[in-house]
């Protein structure tokens, strides 16, 4: 009988898990199942693009595994019981059971409204392709003048800014932040923001930190009231909540706790992987959830699989950050050179050339999930049937 890995969750970190170990492992030995809602890869960097009127290539799961190993399967994950080992899901035959010997989480996460009044009942998000084309839809209905609000000014929220500005000069876009434009940026960096926003004609509102949203404004909590014909809600990413309703071991937030190969310290034959998982960086700081930081838990967690499974040796890569990508429409951008840890130094790179790389990244990103081993010759080893009975009794490194 085959080892049954199932992988929930077809974003980055899942398909690049699903297709990386398609690579690696004989397909005679493993049985790969991807489990995901949608019928294809929904490139989620892009979602502010999308919800500004642009249309995205399609990417059928079934075309981009065809003939490598890995099963879609369109299916909504219910539930996961860690200790029966098995996946609860419904598709369009009703409610099922997948069983596992091994599970790759990666169920990411979604728009997080922070608990503030008003924001589900009247706020937009672009955490998600049915977010982002309910926006675009409401922004289509919109007429000139009227005001569009983005809540939020980290990344997501400078990219839907300035996208939407550059897509409809007509109307009047403004974001709220919390603390100050781009206040975690460069010198350098900051002024390249301040320069972008005033030339796109960007009303910024900041330490406005927003605590109620109604249907034509957001209220902040200095008494501010901003007009506001739509609210576009971008305050951060909450998990996927069926992790924190089994019995893994989760930080407070819901994350899987895991080890340096992206294995549950709870359960050992489960991996997280991407925004799922708490994993620790340089410095013991906890990444980030973003694209930069999922794919490379997607690598590690897939090499370490194959590794139990074939006797061969554990990954023991270091996570690292290089910089920060940032969009400000289609002919800007800003990329924020940083630690390793993730804290901005002096040098960026801004203009037309930023907008050409961010462009390629994101092109990038999306290249590397159709090729999970960036194109490099890859050899399929033979699964080690004592290695798979007693992989979930190896303790993997710290």
């Known amino acids: 009988m085959p080892h049954r890995i199932i992988v929930l969750g077809a974003g980055y970190t899942g398909a690049i898990a699903a297709g990386r170990l398609a690579k ?22 892009r979602m502010h693009q999308l919800a500004a009127g642009q249309d995205l290539k399609p990417r059928p799961f079934d075309e ?12 909504k994950v219910t539930g996961v019981d860690v200790d029966r080992r098995t996946v609860a899901v419904v598709d369009v035959n009703g409610a099922g059971e997948l069983p596992y010997d091994t599970l790759v989480y990666a169920l990411g996460s979604g728009w997080n409204t922070q608990g503030v009044s008003g924001t589900a009942e009247h706020a937009y998000e672009i955490a998600s392709r049915p977010g982002a084309l309910r926006l675009r839809e409401r922004l289509a209905r919109l007429d000139a003048g009227q005001t569009v609000v983005v809540v939020g000014g980290g990344l997501t929220g400078l990219e839907a800014a300035t996208e939407i500005a550059e897509a409809r000069p007509d109307l009047d876009v403004a974001l709220a932040a919390r ?36 249907a034509d404004r957001v209220a ?22 069926i992790a924190k309703a089994t019995a ?25 992987v991407g925004d799922a998982a708490m994993v620790m960086g340089p410095g013991d700081k906890p990444l980030r959830m973003s694209c930069a ?23 023991n890569t270091s996570i690292r950050y290089f910089n920060q990508c940032i969009s400000l429409g289609r002919k800007e951008g800003l990329i924020q050179y940083v630690t390793a840890d993730d804290r901005a130094v002096q ?16 092109k990038g990103a999306a290249w590397g999930v159709a090729n999970p081993t960036l194109g490099l010759p890859t050899r399929r080893r033979r699964v080690t049937r004592e290695w798979a009975a007693a992989g979930s009794a190896v303790k993997s490194p710290a």
């Open 24 to 45: 690696r492992l004989r397909r005679e030995d493993v049985a790969i199942t991807l489990v995901n809602a949608e019928p294809d890869f929904v490139e989620r960097v």
């Open 64 to 75: 981009m595994f065809a003939g490598t190993g890995v099963e879609p399967r369109l299916a």
């Open 179 to 214: 603390g100050g434009l781009g206040d975690w940026l460069s010198p350098k960096g900051r002024g390249h923001l301040r320069k972008v926003f005033g030339k796109l004609g960007i009303t910024v509102h900041e330490h406005a930190a927003v605590t109620g949203v109604e």
């Open 220 to 241: 902040t909590a200095d008494g501010r009231a901003i007009p506001a014909a739509v609210t576009v809600w971008t305050t951060g990413f909450a998990v996927h909540p």
């Open 248 to 272: 893994l071991e989760v930080t407070g937030t819901g994350q899987i706790v895991v080890d340096g190969t992206m294995r549950s310290v709870s359960h050992p034959d489960v991996y997280a």
């Open 293 to 315: 930081s999922g794919t490379p838990t997607a690598w590690q967690a897939a090499d370490a699989i194959a590794a139990h499974l074939t006797g061969g040796k554990l990954p």
């Open 347 to 362: 040098a960026v790179l801004t203009g037309r050339l930023a907008a050409v790389y961010k462009e390629l990244i994101c």
